[in-house]
């Protein structure tokens, strides 16, 4: 069993300055703490998400962190042209000394890809085809492709990475189809289902993998937490802090298309959200009641806290890790 954290990096209300040294200061907490994977997300135009290019803010989490592994979660791979990324990976790589992860996906918001002026109609084909040179230029000295979109002639692969084949991938999964491509490719998996449907993730990924137990990727679930002394405390600092990420996590769609497709599925509010499964705001024993449900009930082999979103003082989101490392993991290890 392992543990980790995800961020969305989303505004707090602070001066990108700050915010984002809060965000480096936190992502030291969790190096020092032992907290296995620190894992953000890319996202554009939206306050949702302040860090948009993943590869730069990680560059700086490489040299403030010694032992935890971290990437993004995920790439939105039909914006990238595949050769930058190929070198930004292996650069990550080796400045981290082989501690980078590569998260994949497609991208769920139209309106964000649209502002790069993205064909939703190309979506698939052009992650695809970009995914597919990722994996083959990383892995190869020279880059031979021929595709819809790309095309390479023996391209020097000068830029390499320190972890070979490549550096793991990981995935955010929703799909049948996602689950038994990440189980068959040796994929990471992490979900934002909750109660049942994780343990359905989770078995379907293990009727699909082949290898044993001990060799299987991690398969994770992703929940909003926040720690304090006392549950009132934690339920105090987690209400306005929901709330403010929330609005941020319906703001384009509401603005463009006057609906949000996650509505039903994320609360605008966090009593609600708690109450459906979404996160955990309490005490220590509290915190640990909710994380030992959420492994047994999911069979899930990675746990993913979000320590800091919305507005949460960056004090509280440190307090709320350290609590987490010394008074719930070592009882579920």
Same mark, same amino acid.
């Given at each position: 069993m392992k543990f980790g954290v995800f961020d969305h990096v989303d505004d707090s209300g602070l001066p990108l300055v700050e915010h984002l040294e809060n965000r480096l200061r936190l992502a030291e907490t969790y190096d020092?703490?032992?907290?296995?994977?620190?894992?953000?997300? %890319?996202?554009?135009?939206?306050?949702? @998400?302040? #860090?948009?290019?993943?590869?730069?803010f990680l560059s700086a989490l490489t040299q403030r962190t010694?032992?935890?592994?971290? @990437?993004? *979660?995920?790439?939105? *791979?039909?914006l990238y042209h595949p050769l930058r990324l190929i070198e930004e990976v292996a650069m990550l790589d080796a400045l981290s000394k082989g501690?980078?992860?590569?998260?994949?996906?497609?991208?769920?918001?139209?309106?964000?890809?649209? &502002?790069? @002026?993205?064909?939703?109609?190309?979506?698939?084909?052009?992650?695809?085809?970009?995914? +597919?040179?990722? *994996?083959?230029?990383?892995?190869? $000295?020279?880059?031979?492709?021929?595709? +819809? &979109?790309?095309?390479?002639d023996r391209v020097p692969m000068t830029v390499r990475p320190v972890q070979q084949p490549h550096p793991p991938l990981w995935y955010g999964v929703g799909s049948a189809e996602?689950?038994?491509?990440?189980?068959? =490719? @040796?994929?990471?998996?992490?979900?934002?289902?909750?109660? %049942?449907r994780v343990r359905w993730v989770t078995d379907l990924y293990?009727? +699909?993998?082949?290898?044993?137990?001990? $060799?299987?990727?991690?398969?994770?679930? =992703?929940?909003?937490?926040?720690? #304090?002394?006392?549950?009132?405390? #934690?339920?105090e600092l987690a209400r306005p802090a929901y709330a403010l990420w929330r609005q941020h996590m319906g703001k384009l769609w509401y603005e463009?298309?006057?609906? &949000?497709?996650? $509505?039903?599925?994320?609360?605008?509010?966090? $009593?609600?959200?708690? /109450?459906?499964?979404?996160?955990?705001a309490g005490a220590p024993d509290t915190v640990r009641s909710f994380v030992?449900?959420?492994? +047994?009930?999911?069979?899930?082999?990675?746990?993913?806290?979000?320590? /800091?979103?919305? =507005?949460?003082?960056?004090?509280?989101a440190i307090r709320s890790a350290e609590l987490f490392a010394s008074d719930v993991i070592p009882a579920l290890t």
């Open positions: 020092r703490l032992g907290f296995h994977g620190y894992h953000i997300a %890319e996202h554009h135009g939206t306050p949702l @998400g302040m #860090a948009p290019s993943p590869a730069v010694r032992r935890i592994v971290f @990437g993004p *979660l995920v790439y939105l *791979l039909p501690r980078f992860q590569i998260g994949i996906g497609r991208g769920v918001s139209p309106i964000e890809l649209g &502002f790069y @002026g993205l064909d939703m109609a190309e979506q698939h084909g052009r992650y695809q085809e970009t995914l +597919e040179v990722l *994996l083959q230029g990383l892995s190869s $000295d020279e880059l031979n492709y021929s595709g +819809e &979109f790309y095309n390479f996602s689950i038994k491509w990440c189980a068959q =490719n @040796g994929v990471n998996a992490v979900t934002l289902f909750h109660g %049942e293990r009727s +699909e993998w082949q290898g044993s137990e001990a $060799d299987m990727p991690l398969l994770g679930v =992703n929940r909003h937490v926040v720690v #304090a002394p006392t549950d009132a405390e #934690a339920m463009r298309t006057g609906s &949000f497709p996650l $509505d039903d599925h994320l609360p605008l509010e966090w $009593d609600a959200a708690q /109450a459906m499964g979404q996160g955990c030992a449900r959420e492994i +047994e009930v999911g069979r899930v082999t990675y746990f993913v806290s979000g320590f /800091a979103f919305g =507005n949460l003082p960056v004090a509280a």
